[in-house]
């Protein structure tokens, strides 16, 4: 069995549903043998754990540990779904406050014993809230930290399938941007179904405006869906799309989904936030750029970064993240 | 991203904790494209198939059905994870009854429905009671179905490594034979630790017999311990090794561990059964042979078979299994 790195990966929150499911998945995919595995539950830490020592992978040498200083120390690579879940009935923002402590502490953990970390992925929810809390603390740069967004796209991908009969994959370009909440963007432009842009299918009978509109609503409550089917909020596409972002660092290779991203950008209306925007993803960490759509598209998107921004001065005003104007002096890297 | 084989793979008992983990670990183990997943609790089941969907797995064509014919028509390979689960203070035996009731329909459904069966792996408790129980009614050689077996030997790796402090895979030839249950045979002939044979080390400061009496009670109790620490039963590592049995088949590569065997070999004093011995699994399915072991362990692998005969005897008390001598009638395979 070959790894493409010996680089050390953490996983935070490694006794979770997300966090095992990470565990044995980074090893499935040949990332690296050098997994770390924390959590401040240490008997189902430890429960996991041994789970990942049967399943045998040649060459592993996964680690367990409930202190944070000892799994960041020398890590390149971590996932963190560390945060509180999400229970049904509760929005993405109910679960604000806690889990931006959480994330401000992993921020400031990061900077003390991970100075040297290539990339982080921060997938506790509000994730777009948490990833931008990490990345403030941590000092690190907006290349290093990023969140995961893809899910919104491959449930559109997933949807648009389904509604058409056709194979996932022959449904292409499919985009959500802006926040990882309900008031994602949902962009119709780029999307392309066996071929045919789905422009051109909506306000059809093949796909009436009706039609449109239920599927864009069907993916904004995709992660309520899978909490009502199963009865447990998701965490199988959370962990394989996560891992997949950290490959595409590793191994260079792109990312084929949209991740969220530190954006400031005045000129086009955007000031310190972190969103999904058209983002690449390779060996030098995350770059991103503002996405092509149409006037309705891009409405939406400046309506998403409208409620991230309220959610964040929320997160100011409880003195988790400091004053807009502060952050270049707490993280000189966001400027 | 490529896939070893384009053969229809079945999950029974997708909608569980070890059928879905399957379902996507075959997929990012790159087995196969075309995934099956197949459970009676369709709200659980389509919920598990849309997390898979969300992974976005490239090239897959993942299907879901609740119906038993759908699903096994053209299988080529099967893992069945279908059983009832086995709950904290139960044995495996007690789970017998039940559980033997629906391995016999499976048996007769891949009878009907997937006489072209490549491979099966059998993996719910008393896994070499509903294996055995599977095997008979399918009609099917003895090379193509078998029982998950290898948790228990890579449950005494993981043992001896953290014993010994050396990494897990320094622990090599680790066997352990005959039932799946409490009554297993820990072989400690072949297992060597770092180079040193362990019939070396048992006895000395290095490991006491004491110790090694410890460990082999820790290994038996594997299973048990999970769920005290999980809180629920082992679920990762039978997905994993279950699926790594599956890929011996399908690239031919061979695996390195025991698997449960339909033994018939009265010479040595074996009849009907079906239980792990030494075995070689590859695009031939599984063939099997009588371990080497000293005298010690030869007659824990006896003491562990005489316990599956009574096993094996209650279900055909019950009429679930028929009697011996009317196997080769069911079974024209079973010689």
């Not at 149409?294 to 001065?313: N, P, T, V």
């Not at 807009?324 to 400027?335: D, H, T």
Request: hydrophobic letters at 40%.
């Amino acid at each position: 069995m070959s790894y493409i790195t010996n680089d050390k990966l953490v996983i935070l929150g490694a006794a979770g549903a997300i966090g095992s499911n990470m565990s044995q998945a980074a090893l499935t995919l040949g990332l690296t043998p050098n997994v770390c595995m924390y959590d401040p539950f240490e008997k189902g830490l430890q429960g996991a754990a041994e789970e990942i020592y049967h399943c045998a992978f040649p060459g592993a040498r996964v680690t367990w540990t409930t202190d944070i200083a000892e799994a960041l120390q020398g890590a390149k690579y971590l996932v963190s779904s560390g945060g509180a879940p999400r229970k049904e009935g509760m929005t993405r923002e109910d679960l604000l406050k806690g889990n931006a402590e959480i994330a401000a502490q992993l921020g400031k953990d990061i900077k003390a014993h991970a100075p040297d970390l290539k990339f982080g992925v921060i997938i506790f929810n509000p994730a777009d809230i948490t990833g931008l809390t990490t990345l403030v603390h941590s000092g690190l740069p907006p290349s290093v930290i990023g969140t995961l967004a893809a899910l919104d796209s491959t449930r559109l991908q997933t949807a648009l399938a389904q509604h058409f009969g056709v194979a996932q994959d022959e449904v292409t370009g499919c985009r959500t941007y802006g926040g990882h909440g309900e008031m994602m963007a949902v962009f119709a432009g780029g999307t392309k179904v066996a071929g045919t842009p789905l422009t051109d299918l909506i306000g059809t009978d093949k796909l009436t405006d009706e039609q449109w509109d239920a599927i864009k609503k069907h993916v904004q409550q995709g992660g309520k869906r899978i909490i009502q089917l199963r009865g447990r909020s998701s965490f199988q596409s959370p962990s394989h799309q996560s891992l997949v972002m950290v490959k595409a660092v590793m191994d260079g290779q792109g990312y084929p989904w949209p991740s969220g991203i530190y954006v400031n950008d005045q000129a086009n209306g955007f000031e310190k936030i972190m969103m999904a925007m058209a983002t690449t993803l390779d060996q030098n960490g995350l770059s991103g750029a503002m996405p092509k759509g149409s006037e309705a598209d891009i409405a939406a998107l400046r309506e998403s970064y409208q409620h991230l921004c309220k959610l964040r001065d929320e997160v100011i005003e409880m003195g988790v993240l400091p004053p807009l104007a502060e952050w270049e002096q707490v993280n000189p890297n966001l400027k």
